[in-house]
T-cell receptor, first 112, second 112 residues
Framework: QKEVEQNSGPLSVPEGAIASLNCTYSDRGSQSFFWYRQYSGKSPELIMSIYSNGDKEDGRFTAQLNKASQYVSLLIRDSQPSDSATYLCAVNLEVQGGKLIFGQGTELSVKP | DAGVTQSPTHLIKTRGQQVTLRCSPKSGHDTVSWYQQALGQGPQFIFQYYEEEERQRGNFPDRFSGHQFPNYSSELNVNALLLGDSALYLC???????????FGQGTRLTVV
């Protein structure tokens, strides 16, 4: 079992729709959770971090964490073509320092 | 405020050669982590440096080594290059007291 799992996609949504990206992790000791966006040929860009159960909203993005189910999700509202990218889920087992364990990423395509 | 900077951006080396990649962390950050990202995969943790010491190491051979300098910048060295070392090498900058990490633009290494 992989430590962090994501559907590789591609996930295709029409412009203006809600895109839902999902991630599961295997280590119950995971402390912090992150979503990165990576455009083709570029480096990952941190877009959301979440540390406790529940929802965290930032603009059009909402991260959801359920530690009991070992599940993290990212919702993108009013999806735009510029949101087309690969979204990487990452977890950290530490409360400070520590390494990021990444999933393989989900490719999102937003069609005009 | 300069973000994370890496050099060079692209590099072509021959099998068996050695390579050094460089990273300057974001202002105020004291921790540098290195990741290797193969095409279509999530980044894989190589090692992390804090206070000029290697704090954690991923599942990479001893051919991969690093260093952190007093100004927090870091180097990644890879000896005896293999074709399989061709990848995007990412430097992540963070504050030891936290877990959010920010990536540089990466170095694309091609081994021929």
């Amino acid at each position: 079992q992989k430590e962090v799992e994501q559907n590789s996609g591609p996930l295709s949504v029409p412009e203006g729709a809600i895109a839902s990206l999902n991630c599961t992790y295997s280590d119950r000791g995971s402390q912090s959770f992150f979503w990165y966006r990576q455009y083709s040929g570029k480096s990952p860009e941190l877009i959301m971090s979440i540390y406790s159960n529940g929802d965290k909203e930032d603009g059009r993005f909402t991260a959801q964490l359920n530690k009991a189910s070992q599940y993290v999700s990212l919702l993108i509202r009013d999806s735009q073509p510029s949101d087309s990218a690969t979204y990487l889920c990452a977890v950290n087992l530490e409360v400070q320092g520590g390494k990021l364990i990444f999933g393989q990423g989900t490719e999102l395509s937003v069609k005009p | 405020d300069a973000g994370v900077t890496q050099s060079p951006t692209h590099l072509i080396k021959t099998r068996g050669q050695q390579v050094t990649l460089r990273c300057s962390p974001k202002s105020g950050h004291d921790t540098v982590s290195w990741y290797q990202q193969a095409l279509g995969q999530g980044p894989q943790f190589i090692f992390q440096y804090y206070e000029e010491e290697e704090r954690q190491r991923g599942n990479f051979p001893d051919r991969f080594s690093g260093h952190q300098f007093p100004n927090y910048s870091s180097e990644l060295n890879v000896n005896a290059l293999l074709l399989g070392d061709s990848a995007l090498y990412l430097c992540a900058s963070s504050f030891w007291g936290g877990t959010e990490a920010f990536f540089g633009q990466g170095t694309r290494l091609t081994v021929v």
